[in-house]
T-cell receptor, first 116, second 110 residues
Framework: DGGITQSPKYLFRKEGQNVTLSCEQN?????MYWYRQDPGQGLRLIYY???????QKGDIAEGYSVSREKKESFPLTVTSAQKNPTAFYLC???????????????FGEGSRLTVL | GIQVEQSPPDLILQEGANSTLRCNFS?????LQWFHQNPWGQLINLFY???GTKQNGRLSATTVATERYSLLYISSSQTTDSGVYFC????????????FGSGTKLNVKP
């Protein structure tokens, strides 16, 4: 089945450690995204990538890093510089569209990170 | 950026009741989606509806782009409809940025 796979679903880390969250999609989508969700809140954009080897900062990129070496993969590293890393992280993808239409966004199941 | 406001923020229904959720946005958009976030956190696509009306079973949605709002209708609600409903909009000048509302938290009681 086509979809977006995030791993791990749950992750516990000690303060000061870097952690990497995996996001893999087999939808052949060009654009991929990382969002952060805090309890009771909406989604905030961390990073996005339109094509391989290109990515842009979103609204809350500080303390995070990404790479896009393959079309299907967009891993997110939460570094020790991120002050409040405990959150729910969602990866999404979208097929780029020509013209004004922006294409439908699809999400993975999310990764819940807790920093102790 | 675009402001997206959803109302009401919280809604409690008895099973079988109908409801209307609203999404207002502050500027012209080219993409509007409704999502349902289930209790496990997954975001499920409900509608991709930049304009017009769509229906899917007990759910339907209408977007009036010229007036900058969208409505999500839930009829004969069921307990499985509980969760948070998000509206997200995309804009022509930045195809890669989607703006999310804060969501409507729905609790359907048996």
């Amino acid at each position: 089945d086509g979809g977006i796979t995030q791993s791990p679903k749950y992750l516990f880390r000690k303060e000061g450690q870097n952690v990497t969250l995996s996001c893999e999609q087999n939808l052949n989508h060009d654009a991929m995204y990382w969002y952060r969700q805090d309890p009771g809140q909406g989604l905030r954009l961390i990073y996005y990538s339109q094509i391989v080897n290109d990515f842009q900062k979103g609204d809350i990129a500080e303390g995070y890093s990404v790479s896009r070496e393959k079309k299907e993969s967009f891993p997110l590293t939460v570094t020790s510089a991120q002050k409040n890393p405990t959150a729910f992280y969602l990866c999404a993808s979208r097929q780029r569209q020509l013209g004004a239409d922006t294409g439908e966004l699809f999400f993975g199941e999310g990764s819940r990170l807790t920093v102790l | 950026g675009i402001q997206v406001e959803q109302s009401p923020p919280d809604l409690i229904l008895q099973e079988g009741a109908n409801s209307t959720l609203r999404c207002n946005f502050s500027d012209s958009v080219n993409n509007l989606q409704w999502f349902h976030q289930n209790p496990w956190g997954q975001l499920i696509n409900l509608f991709y509806i930049p304009s017009g009306t769509k229906q899917n079973g007990r759910l339907s949605a209408t977007t009036v782009a010229t007036e900058r709002y969208s409505l999500l209708y839930i009829s004969s609600s069921q307990t499985t409809d509980s969760g948070v409903y998000f509206c997200a909009v995309g804009v022509w000048f930045n195809f890669n940025k989607f703006y999310f509302g804060s969501g409507t938290k729905l609790n359907v009681k048996p």
